[in-house]
């Protein structure tokens, strides 16, 4: 990706799965053990940060829009069924898609 002058890098979402809240897996805490929101972030803030690097080396204005998929938006999902957490887990703050310049897409 550094080897290439990029205008528009588009993510496509569900970069995390939040598999650890995912309404099927209720009840079934062998499937998500070791899974937890926190890893989620923090890997999909890493993979941002090798992409950003990589599509803006060559052109520092390259346009990034990130589109919510349906997994990232199990975070709002959650946040309706347990709105304590509202202002807490979301996924453009947690990302800081505003201050790397990301454009962010909701998923309706």
């Given at each position: 990706m550094a080897d290439e002058a990029w205008d528009v890098y588009i993510n496509l979402g569900d970069l995390m799965d939040f598999n650890c809240?995912?309404?099927?897996?209720?009840?079934?805490?062998?499937?998500?053990?070791?899974q937890t929101l926190r890893k989620?972030?923090?890997y999909a803030n890493e993979?941002?940060?090798?992409?950003?690097?990589a599509v803006?080396?060559?052109n520092g204005e390259c346009r990034v829009v990130f589109l919510e998929g349906n997994h990232d938006e199990r975070i709002e999902r959650y946040a309706d069924k347990y709105p304590e957490v509202e202002g807490v887990i979301e996924v453009e703050p947690a990302l800081r898609l505003r201050d790397r310049g990301v454009e962010w897409v909701r998923y309706n």
């Amino acid at each position: 990706m550094a080897d290439e002058a990029w205008d528009v890098y588009i993510n496509l979402g569900d970069l995390m799965d939040f598999n650890c809240i995912a309404r099927f897996n209720d009840g079934l805490p062998r499937r998500k053990m070791g899974q937890t929101l926190r890893k989620d972030y923090d890997y999909a803030n890493e993979f941002l940060d090798r992409h950003l690097a990589a599509v803006r080396k060559k052109n520092g204005e390259c346009r990034v829009v990130f589109l919510e998929g349906n997994h990232d938006e199990r975070i709002e999902r959650y946040a309706d069924k347990y709105p304590e957490v509202e202002g807490v887990i979301e996924v453009e703050p947690a990302l800081r898609l505003r201050d790397r310049g990301v454009e962010w897409v909701r998923y309706n």
